[in-house]
């Protein structure tokens, strides 16, 4: 695995490095820009182990300027002996890794980059691995990843692959998190995989993806219609997280014999959306984020909130994730009652809900919670009929999909103060627009879509996403998904 990532600016002037001493493990130091191009002062930082390892692992890094175009990364991980590495500047956009010299087995597990092939062969000469950054606007909106050479046996891949290096994009990974969540160690040996940190206009996709071989996207942040898919002649894998992705054309994939695999859901972020959902009604309950950042300035009790108990919860959908709302709002002393297209009142009744009517739900409800699949009929679900019989101090919470909510109705109903307040983790475009409505009204709280977004679903994803590949390279691919089962629409 390279051991150098650069990710975007935190500052004018700054770079923040990630070192990879070890498997899942970072270690994060900042290194100053000068004006000129040269390196500037050390900044150094303790090692962190990732969520889920067992054993943190910690140490330190420094960054030692050389020259305006080399420097040294000095690693001190704990209970491990010291490392240096050594990187010289190609150009803008490029550092070339130039260690050179041997150190022991037991030192970083950098082997194909510090130790000759097994027999006392002489280290071939050169550049051992390199890290592009491709920028739209200035420093890296993606970042690519080359495999390197592997010298010896032991370090193998148990999957061994012929003819050229794949080509795999990762899209929208906002947090640069898909390559810590996993073991990617196989599939770098023999593929090359670049990370698309921030959206990508569908007017420019097809010329950004046009060169891979497989794409890889995040639950379904980047839509990927027939057009796109007849626009990408070289692909021929989309690895897919969540068991569908509905902005998909699976049918036009298909017909292009464009492999889709799925990812499963079986550990507790299924639940994390529901969580959520409970989180902003709490919020907009006790008016916490206001007060927390009255308490920043200086502030001191600015509002008066409301308990939930005796209060009625109405769920707008009752599958996995609104039944998931039923026993914590039981627990608050909140009545519950629920509405959908193909709801029964047995089926009601068994989840712990009463079914209702949709106007009645509406007109009854202090808290409307939509757990609703975005489709053609649940499109615009939520109307200015159904916000205009919601209580003046009722709540609305949508973590489901932003298009159930007709937009510009729930923002004159917020600005008018016709009912008391919002709480929205999805919208009709996201990431929201800068100058959007929604964003100057105090009685919103946003999210940026954050439902899934936590460590449990990224560990799990992106571990059937690397076995997914590597079965499909070795020609028995796994997790396919059926089109009709995906429901796309074209």
Same mark, same amino acid.
């Given at each position: 695995m390279p051991v150098l990532k650069f990710v975007n600016p935190i500052g004018v002037g700054t770079w923040e490095t990630t070192a990879w001493p070890i498997p899942n493990v970072s270690q994060?130091?900042?290194?100053?820009?000068?004006?000129?191009?040269?390196?500037g002062r050390v900044v150094t930082t303790t090692g962190r182990?990732?969520?889920?390892?067992?054993?943190?692992?910690?140490?330190?890094?420094?960054?030692?300027a050389v020259t305006a175009d080399r420097f040294t990364l000095e690693m001190t991980p704990q209970h491990r002996p010291p490392a240096t590495a050594s990187y010289r500047r190609v150009d803008e956009e490029t550092l070339t890794d130039t260690t050179s010299g041997t150190r022991s087995r037991r030192a970083v597990r950098r082997r194909a980059l510090i130790r000759p092939p097994r027999g006392g062969g002489r280290r071939p000469a050169g550049p051992r691995a390199q890290v592009e950054f491709r920028g739209v606007e200035g420093w890296p909106r993606a970042i690519a990843f080359h495999p390197r050479r592997r010298n010896s046996a032991a370090s193998r891949p148990r999957h061994v692959f012929h003819g050229p290096p794949m080509k795999i994009a990762i899209l929208d990974d906002y947090q640069n998190v898909a390559l810590q969540a996993a073991d990617w160690s196989e599939v770098l040996a023999s593929a090359e995989v670049t990370v698309f940190d921030r959206p990508i206009p569908m007017a420019e996709a097809a010329g950004a993806l046009a060169p891979f071989d497989a794409i890889?996207?995040?639950?379904?942040?980047?839509?990927?219609?027939?057009?796109?898919?007849?626009?990408?002649?070289?692909?021929?894998?989309?690895?897919?997280?969540?068991?569908?992705?509905?902005?998909?054309?699976?049918?036009?994939?298909?017909?292009?014999?464009?492999?889709?695999?799925?990812t499963e859901s079986l550990g507790t972020d299924h639940r994390s959306t529901s969580e959520l959902a409970w989180g902003l009604i709490l919020a907009l309950a006790r008016h916490i984020p206001t007060?927390?950042?009255?308490?920043?300035?200086?502030?001191?009790?600015?509002?008066v909130g409301i308990t939930l108990a005796g209060r009625t919860l109405g769920l707008v959908g009752l599958g996995r994730q609104g039944s998931y709302m039923v026993p914590t709002a039981r627990a608050l002393g909140m009545e519950v009652i629920a509405w959908s297209p193909n709801l029964t009142a047995e089926k009601a009744a068994q989840k712990?809900?009463?079914?209702?009517?949709?106007?009645?739900?509406?007109?009854?409800? =202090?808290?409307? %919670? /939509?757990?609703?699949? &975005?489709? #053609?009929?649940?499109?615009?679900?939520?109307?200015?009929?159904?916000?205009?019989?919601?209580?003046?101090?009722?709540?609305?919470?949508?973590?489901?999909?932003?298009?159930?909510? =007709?937009?510009? %109705? /729930?923002?004159?109903? &917020?600005? #008018?103060?016709r009912i008391a307040g919002a709480g929205l983790d999805v919208y009709d475009v996201e990431p929201l627009p800068?100058?959007?409505?929604?964003?100057?009204?105090?009685?919103a709280i946003l999210m940026p879509h954050l439902g899934y977004n936590v460590w449990e679903f990224f560990q799990t994803a992106f571990g059937d996403v690397v076995a997914n590949i590597l079965a499909y390279r070795s020609g028995r691919p796994i997790r396919v998904l059926d089109p009709d089962r995906n429901a796309s629409s074209p």
């Open positions: 994060t130091t900042t290194v100053q820009s000068r004006p000129d191009g040269s390196f182990g990732m969520p889920g390892i067992a054993e943190a692992i910690s140490g330190t890094c420094i960054v030692q890889c996207t995040i639950r379904e942040r980047m839509p990927i219609p027939r057009a796109l898919l007849e626009a990408l002649p070289n692909l021929k894998l989309v690895c897919i997280t969540g068991k569908y992705h509905r902005t998909l054309d699976a049918r036009a994939a298909a017909e292009r014999n464009i492999c889709i695999t799925y007060e927390a950042e009255a308490m920043r300035k200086g502030g001191w009790q600015n509002s712990g809900a009463r079914r209702v009517e949709k106007e009645e739900l509406f007109a009854r409800s =202090d808290v409307v %919670s /939509l757990h609703l699949v &975005l489709s #053609e009929r649940s499109r615009g679900i939520v109307g200015a009929a159904e916000l205009g019989l919601m209580k003046p101090t009722a709540l609305l919470v949508n973590t489901a999909r932003g298009p159930i909510v =007709d937009e510009p %109705s /729930l923002v004159a109903a &917020l600005k #008018e103060k800068d100058d959007h409505p929604l964003r100057t009204l105090p009685n």
